[in-house]
T-cell receptor, first 115, second 115 residues
Framework: DSGVTQTPKHLITATGQRVTLRCSPRSGDLSVYWYQQSLDQGLQFLIQYYNGEERAKGNILERFSAQQFPDLHSELNLSSLELGDSALYFC??????????????FGEGSRLTVL | AQKVTQAQTEISVVEKEDVTLDCVYETRDTTYYLFWYKQPPSGELVFLIRRNSFDEQNEISGRYSWNFQKSTSSFNFTITASQVVDSAVYFCALSERQRDDKIIFGKGTRLHILP
Protein backbone atom coordinates (compact mmCIF):
# COMPACT_ATOMS: atom_id res chain seq x y z
CA ASP A 1 0.00 0.00 0.00
CA SER A 2 1.59 3.26 -1.17
CA GLY A 3 -0.49 5.47 1.09
CA VAL A 4 -1.93 7.36 -1.89
CA THR A 5 -5.71 7.06 -2.20
CA GLN A 6 -7.63 7.65 -5.39
CA THR A 7 -11.38 7.70 -5.85
CA PRO A 8 -13.35 6.49 -7.65
CA LYS A 9 -11.56 3.35 -8.78
CA HIS A 10 -13.84 2.94 -11.77
CA LEU A 11 -16.04 5.41 -13.56
CA ILE A 12 -18.22 5.00 -16.61
CA THR A 13 -19.75 8.04 -18.22
CA ALA A 14 -20.96 9.37 -21.54
CA THR A 15 -19.37 11.70 -24.05
CA GLY A 16 -19.83 15.35 -23.26
CA GLN A 17 -20.03 14.76 -19.52
CA ARG A 18 -17.78 16.07 -16.76
CA VAL A 19 -16.12 14.03 -14.03
CA THR A 20 -13.91 14.71 -11.03
CA LEU A 21 -11.17 12.39 -9.86
CA ARG A 22 -9.91 12.70 -6.34
CA CYS A 23 -6.51 12.01 -4.83
CA SER A 24 -5.28 12.01 -1.25
CA PRO A 25 -1.48 12.01 -1.12
CA ARG A 26 0.68 10.13 1.30
CA SER A 27 0.79 11.72 4.72
CA GLY A 28 3.40 14.46 4.71
CA ASP A 29 3.84 14.61 0.94
CA LEU A 30 3.42 18.08 -0.49
CA SER A 31 3.64 17.24 -4.19
CA VAL A 32 0.89 15.68 -6.23
CA TYR A 33 1.30 14.55 -9.81
CA TRP A 34 -1.36 13.43 -12.26
CA TYR A 35 -0.61 10.97 -15.03
CA GLN A 36 -2.79 9.50 -17.76
CA GLN A 37 -2.13 5.96 -18.91
CA SER A 38 -3.58 4.76 -22.18
CA LEU A 39 -2.64 1.85 -24.39
CA ASP A 40 -1.34 3.94 -27.25
CA GLN A 41 0.25 6.85 -25.38
CA GLY A 42 1.66 5.08 -22.35
CA LEU A 43 2.08 7.10 -19.17
CA GLN A 44 1.67 10.80 -19.91
CA PHE A 45 2.43 13.47 -17.36
CA LEU A 46 -0.47 15.88 -16.97
CA ILE A 47 0.22 18.29 -14.15
CA GLN A 48 1.98 18.75 -10.82
CA TYR A 49 1.03 20.68 -7.71
CA TYR A 50 3.27 21.50 -4.81
CA ASN A 51 1.80 22.72 -1.54
CA GLY A 52 -1.28 24.09 -3.23
CA GLU A 53 0.41 25.76 -6.17
CA GLU A 54 0.64 24.55 -9.73
CA ARG A 55 4.28 23.76 -10.40
CA ALA A 56 4.41 22.11 -13.80
CA LYS A 57 2.20 21.31 -16.72
CA GLY A 58 2.61 18.47 -19.15
CA ASN A 59 0.33 17.25 -21.90
CA ILE A 60 -2.86 18.36 -20.23
CA LEU A 61 -5.78 19.28 -22.45
CA GLU A 62 -7.61 22.56 -21.96
CA ARG A 63 -10.74 20.59 -21.14
CA PHE A 64 -8.91 19.23 -18.11
CA SER A 65 -8.09 21.14 -14.97
CA ALA A 66 -6.81 20.34 -11.53
CA GLN A 67 -6.28 21.88 -8.15
CA GLN A 68 -4.71 21.07 -4.83
CA PHE A 69 -6.54 22.07 -1.70
CA PRO A 70 -5.17 23.35 1.63
CA ASP A 71 -5.40 19.87 3.09
CA LEU A 72 -3.20 18.77 0.14
CA HIS A 73 -5.71 16.51 -1.53
CA SER A 74 -6.07 17.10 -5.22
CA GLU A 75 -8.82 16.87 -7.79
CA LEU A 76 -8.57 16.39 -11.53
CA ASN A 77 -11.56 17.69 -13.46
CA LEU A 78 -12.24 16.32 -16.91
CA SER A 79 -14.94 18.03 -18.96
CA SER A 80 -16.57 17.67 -22.37
CA LEU A 81 -15.41 14.10 -22.31
CA GLU A 82 -14.53 12.31 -25.51
CA LEU A 83 -14.10 8.63 -26.25
CA GLY A 84 -10.35 9.15 -26.39
CA ASP A 85 -10.29 10.28 -22.78
CA SER A 86 -10.91 6.71 -21.67
CA ALA A 87 -7.81 5.80 -19.71
CA LEU A 88 -6.35 5.03 -16.34
CA TYR A 89 -5.60 8.21 -14.41
CA PHE A 90 -2.91 7.97 -11.78
CA CYS A 91 -2.12 10.27 -8.95
CA UNK A 92 1.33 10.16 -7.39
CA UNK A 93 2.82 12.02 -4.48
CA UNK A 94 6.27 12.84 -3.19
CA UNK A 95 7.78 14.77 -0.32
CA UNK A 96 9.69 17.28 -2.38
CA UNK A 97 8.88 19.73 -5.12
CA UNK A 98 11.24 18.14 -7.61
CA UNK A 99 10.42 14.81 -9.21
CA UNK A 100 14.01 13.72 -9.53
CA UNK A 101 14.94 13.90 -5.88
CA UNK A 102 13.10 10.82 -4.90
CA UNK A 103 10.57 8.23 -5.69
CA UNK A 104 6.98 8.88 -6.55
CA UNK A 105 4.30 6.99 -4.68
CA PHE A 106 1.44 6.05 -6.95
CA GLY A 107 -2.18 5.40 -6.18
CA GLU A 108 -4.07 2.50 -7.71
CA GLY A 109 -5.54 4.72 -10.38
CA SER A 110 -9.01 5.71 -11.51
CA ARG A 111 -10.19 3.89 -14.60
CA LEU A 112 -12.37 6.14 -16.71
CA THR A 113 -14.50 4.72 -19.48
CA VAL A 114 -16.28 7.14 -21.79
CA LEU A 115 -19.08 5.61 -23.84
CA ALA B 1 14.68 16.57 -25.55
CA GLN B 2 13.72 14.03 -22.95
CA LYS B 3 12.90 10.60 -24.29
CA VAL B 4 12.81 7.07 -22.98
CA THR B 5 12.60 4.10 -25.31
CA GLN B 6 11.72 0.61 -24.26
CA ALA B 7 11.91 -1.30 -27.50
CA GLN B 8 10.60 -4.55 -26.05
CA THR B 9 6.84 -4.30 -25.92
CA GLU B 10 6.26 -7.75 -24.52
CA ILE B 11 8.52 -10.57 -23.33
CA SER B 12 7.68 -14.09 -22.24
CA VAL B 13 10.11 -16.38 -20.45
CA VAL B 14 9.80 -19.59 -18.54
CA GLU B 15 10.14 -19.42 -14.78
CA LYS B 16 13.71 -19.53 -13.48
CA GLU B 17 15.13 -18.06 -16.65
CA ASP B 18 17.03 -14.77 -16.54
CA VAL B 19 15.53 -11.88 -18.45
CA THR B 20 16.82 -8.41 -19.33
CA LEU B 21 14.60 -5.44 -20.00
CA ASP B 22 16.18 -2.77 -22.17
CA CYS B 23 15.93 0.95 -21.68
CA VAL B 24 17.53 3.64 -23.83
CA TYR B 25 17.19 7.30 -22.97
CA GLU B 26 17.88 10.68 -24.55
CA THR B 27 18.68 13.84 -22.68
CA ARG B 28 20.67 17.03 -23.18
CA ASP B 29 21.12 17.58 -19.49
CA THR B 30 24.38 16.47 -17.88
CA THR B 31 22.63 15.76 -14.61
CA TYR B 32 19.68 13.47 -14.77
CA TYR B 33 17.99 10.65 -12.94
CA LEU B 34 16.82 7.29 -14.13
CA PHE B 35 14.13 5.15 -12.58
CA TRP B 36 12.50 1.78 -12.93
CA TYR B 37 8.94 1.20 -11.85
CA LYS B 38 6.93 -2.01 -11.75
CA GLN B 39 3.20 -2.16 -12.49
CA PRO B 40 1.77 -5.49 -11.33
CA PRO B 41 -1.68 -6.66 -12.45
CA SER B 42 -3.21 -4.78 -9.52
CA GLY B 43 -2.33 -1.58 -11.39
CA GLU B 44 -0.37 0.46 -8.86
CA LEU B 45 3.09 1.54 -9.97
CA VAL B 46 5.83 0.58 -7.55
CA PHE B 47 9.20 2.28 -7.40
CA LEU B 48 12.16 -0.06 -7.85
CA ILE B 49 15.27 2.06 -8.23
CA ARG B 50 16.61 5.58 -8.80
CA ARG B 51 20.04 6.24 -10.25
CA ASN B 52 21.70 9.60 -10.88
CA SER B 53 23.85 10.28 -13.92
CA PHE B 54 27.08 10.51 -11.94
CA ASP B 55 26.81 7.06 -10.48
CA GLU B 56 27.54 4.42 -13.09
CA GLN B 57 28.01 1.62 -10.63
CA ASN B 58 25.81 -1.34 -11.32
CA GLU B 59 23.38 -2.19 -8.60
CA ILE B 60 22.09 -5.50 -7.36
CA SER B 61 19.13 -6.04 -5.12
CA GLY B 62 18.34 -9.68 -4.60
CA ARG B 63 17.35 -11.14 -7.96
CA TYR B 64 17.22 -7.67 -9.53
CA SER B 65 20.19 -5.91 -11.08
CA TRP B 66 20.63 -2.77 -13.09
CA ASN B 67 23.28 -1.94 -15.66
CA PHE B 68 23.76 1.78 -16.29
CA GLN B 69 26.00 2.70 -19.25
CA LYS B 70 26.27 6.37 -20.13
CA SER B 71 28.28 5.56 -23.25
CA THR B 72 25.27 3.86 -24.78
CA SER B 73 22.60 5.85 -22.88
CA SER B 74 21.17 2.67 -21.51
CA PHE B 75 19.82 1.61 -18.16
CA ASN B 76 18.94 -2.06 -18.45
CA PHE B 77 17.20 -4.16 -15.86
CA THR B 78 17.88 -7.86 -15.33
CA ILE B 79 15.82 -10.29 -13.32
CA THR B 80 17.71 -13.43 -12.40
CA ALA B 81 15.91 -16.72 -11.81
CA SER B 82 12.57 -15.17 -12.69
CA GLN B 83 9.42 -16.05 -10.79
CA VAL B 84 5.77 -15.92 -11.73
CA VAL B 85 5.31 -13.00 -9.32
CA ASP B 86 7.66 -10.97 -11.49
CA SER B 87 4.98 -10.84 -14.18
CA ALA B 88 4.14 -7.18 -14.61
CA VAL B 89 4.68 -4.17 -16.81
CA TYR B 90 8.01 -2.52 -16.16
CA PHE B 91 8.61 1.15 -16.89
CA CYS B 92 11.88 2.92 -17.29
CA ALA B 93 11.77 6.66 -16.60
CA LEU B 94 13.94 9.77 -16.81
CA SER B 95 14.01 13.10 -15.03
CA GLU B 96 16.37 15.95 -15.89
CA ARG B 97 17.85 18.24 -13.26
CA GLN B 98 16.85 21.28 -15.28
CA ARG B 99 13.33 19.94 -15.63
CA ASP B 100 12.89 18.36 -12.27
CA ASP B 101 9.20 18.93 -12.34
CA LYS B 102 8.35 15.72 -14.07
CA ILE B 103 9.39 12.19 -14.77
CA ILE B 104 9.08 10.96 -18.34
CA PHE B 105 8.18 7.32 -18.68
CA GLY B 106 8.88 4.86 -21.45
CA LYS B 107 5.96 2.92 -22.86
CA GLY B 108 6.76 -0.07 -20.72
CA THR B 109 7.65 -3.70 -21.26
CA ARG B 110 5.05 -6.31 -20.38
CA LEU B 111 6.81 -9.29 -18.87
CA HIS B 112 5.15 -12.70 -18.69
CA ILE B 113 6.78 -15.34 -16.55
CA LEU B 114 5.39 -18.73 -17.51
CA PRO B 115 5.24 -21.48 -14.90
Amino acid sequence: DSGVTQTPKHLITATGQRVTLRCSPRSGDLSVYWYQQSLDQGLQFLIQYYNGEERAKGNILERFSAQQFPDLHSELNLSSLELGDSALYFCASSESSGANTGELFFGEGSRLTVL
Amino acid sequence: AQKVTQAQTEISVVEKEDVTLDCVYETRDTTYYLFWYKQPPSGELVFLIRRNSFDEQNEISGRYSWNFQKSTSSFNFTITASQVVDSAVYFCALSERQRDDKIIFGKGTRLHILP
